[in-house]
């Protein structure tokens, strides 16, 4: 089970991305009640459809420090690939 946080869609130089940021379960054995936010950033293609996905990140249950960094990123250099994490 997982519930929506965040969503922003960035555009620069002609393409198009989509940042999302849910809350989410923890898959781990050692670890089934722990919940994180998890923020993926999908490149979108020509009719907005979601494809690739070409950076993933997380945060605490319900933060936005790891989307808004990303939104971010992509609005400042079009790229949100570079490793580092939150970033303020």
Not at 31 to 37: E, G, I, K, L, S
């Amino acid at each position: 089970m997982s519930n929506v946080i965040a969503m922003t869609r960035i555009q620069r130089d002609g393409k198009f991305w989509d940042v999302s940021t849910i809350n989410r379960q923890s898959s781990a054995a050692l670890a089934p009640d722990h919940w994180y936010a998890e923020t993926i950033v999908f490149e979108l293609d020509a009719e907005f459809r979601r494809g690739k996905v070409v950076w993933q990140g997380e945060d605490c249950r319900g933060c936005i420090h790891t989307h808004m960094w990303a939104v971010r990123r992509l609005h400042a250099t079009g790229s949100a690939e570079d490793g580092q994490g939150v970033e303020g």
